[in-house]
């Protein structure tokens, strides 16, 4: 399961995931950006942290944002190295196929855990042709094979498969040794991923939603209807109830009275 704050890491965790992942989708969902590109390392950096104060029990992962490991695998293991020691998470995930092997490589050789991603990979969704469902021919999908290959040789302790025939996916999952994450790839997957706001319901109603992503509540309308309610409550002055407020002695508060009017008196002499 995603996340990128305090609230999500922590409900997360309680709700018994495994992995929690600070996904850069977190660009859109929590800061309003158009896309994940637009997200940068110290970004990712605040959100890592706030999510890690959240959470106990799970795994937890840091997403390498677009600009953050592609220019060597030196770079890589820089962005990596302060993705656990100022994040606090304790793996990090970035997209790529068999050209990123030499990199994640290089990042696990001084133990730091890598989920590797492919097929779908938002981040290169424009040299892809958009979001795109891959693997949809024998010839693409074997090249997805040969990426999986590729970073499981390289050191990934698993690997995301996004937008993937069902089929596809979980052949490539019975031929490797290490587990498939799935989303949009079918059940023949390991394990699967959500982002926490769409598997929530917390966006307003016309949000485009993909394909895979089954809603198991509808948290912006309930929250929506709660601001509402506390609204009416206010106006007619049905909140706060004495419930919700503080007393004070009957004595402190006659006293307190006849203070206010010695006070008044002495404004009024003025």
Same mark, same amino acid.
């Not at 637009?38 to 997403?63: E, W």
């Not at 989920?115 to 693409?140: D, M």
């Not at 307003?204 to 929506?224: H, L, T």
């Given at each position: 399961?995603?996340?990128?704050?305090?609230?999500?890491?922590?409900?997360?965790?309680?709700?018994?995931?495994?992995?929690?992942?600070?996904?850069?989708?977190?660009?859109?969902?929590?800061?309003?950006?158009?896309?994940?590109?637009?997200?940068?390392?110290?970004?990712?950096?605040?959100?890592? !942290?706030?999510? $890690?104060? #959240?959470?106990?029990?799970?795994?937890? /992962? @840091?997403?390498? +944002?677009?600009? %953050?490991?592609?220019?060597?695998?030196?770079?890589?293991?820089?962005?990596?190295?302060?993705?656990?020691?100022?994040?606090?998470?304790?793996?990090?995930?970035?997209?790529?196929?068999?050209?990123?092997?030499?990199?994640?490589? !290089?990042?696990? $050789?001084? #133990?730091?855990?890598?989920?590797?991603? /492919? @097929?779908?990979? +938002?981040?290169? %969704?424009?040299?892809?042709?958009?979001?795109?469902?891959?693997?949809?021919?024998?010839?693409?999908?074997?090249?997805?094979?040969?990426?999986?290959?590729?970073?499981?040789?390289?050191?990934?302790?698993?690997?995301?498969?996004?937008?993937?025939?069902?089929?596809?996916?979980?052949?490539?999952?019975?031929?490797?040794?290490? +587990?498939?994450?799935?989303?949009?790839?079918?059940?023949?997957?390991?394990?699967?991923?959500?982002?926490?706001?769409?598997?929530?319901?917390?966006?307003?109603?016309?949000?485009?939603?993909?394909?895979?992503?089954?809603?198991?509540?509808?948290?912006?309308?309930?929250?929506?209807?709660?601001?509402?309610?506390?609204?009416?409550?206010?106006?007619?002055?049905?909140?706060?109830?004495?419930?919700?407020?503080?007393?004070?002695?009957?004595?402190?508060?006659?006293?307190?009275?006849?203070?206010?009017?010695?006070?008044?008196?002495?404004?009024?002499?003025?």
């Amino acid at each position: 399961m995603t996340a990128h704050d305090f609230p999500s890491g922590l409900v997360a965790d309680e709700g018994g995931m495994d992995m929690i992942l600070v996904g850069d989708s977190l660009a859109m969902v929590a800061l309003g950006m158009k896309d994940t590109n637009q997200v940068k390392l110290d970004d990712i950096l605040h959100h890592c !942290r706030a999510v $890690s104060r #959240g959470v106990r029990s799970a795994f937890t /992962i @840091g997403d390498l +944002p677009m600009g %953050s490991y592609e220019v060597s695998p030196e770079h890589a293991v820089s962005s990596s190295i302060r993705m656990i020691q100022d994040g606090r998470v304790e793996a990090v995930k970035l997209e790529g196929g068999i050209e990123l092997a030499p990199t994640i490589s !290089r990042i696990t $050789s001084i #133990g730091i855990p890598v989920l590797g991603h /492919i @097929g779908l990979t +938002p981040q290169r %969704s424009h040299s892809l042709g958009g979001f795109r469902v891959q693997g949809r021919t024998a010839a693409s999908a074997s090249k997805l094979f040969t990426d999986a290959l590729a970073l499981q040789n390289a050191g990934c302790f698993s690997l995301v498969l996004e937008a993937v025939p069902a089929p596809v996916a979980e052949l490539i999952t019975e031929k490797l040794r290490i +587990p498939t994450i799935g989303i949009g790839a079918g059940n023949g997957c390991s394990g699967q991923v959500l982002v926490q706001i769409d598997m929530l319901g917390n966006f307003p109603e016309g949000r485009f939603m993909p394909k895979f992503v089954k809603q198991y509540a509808n948290v912006f309308e309930e929250s929506k209807k709660a601001m509402k309610q506390y609204r009416e409550d206010v106006r007619s002055r049905a909140y706060p109830a004495k419930e919700h407020t503080y007393p004070i002695s009957p004595e402190e508060l006659k006293e307190f009275e006849e203070i206010l009017k010695k006070r008044s008196a002495e404004f009024e002499d003025e």
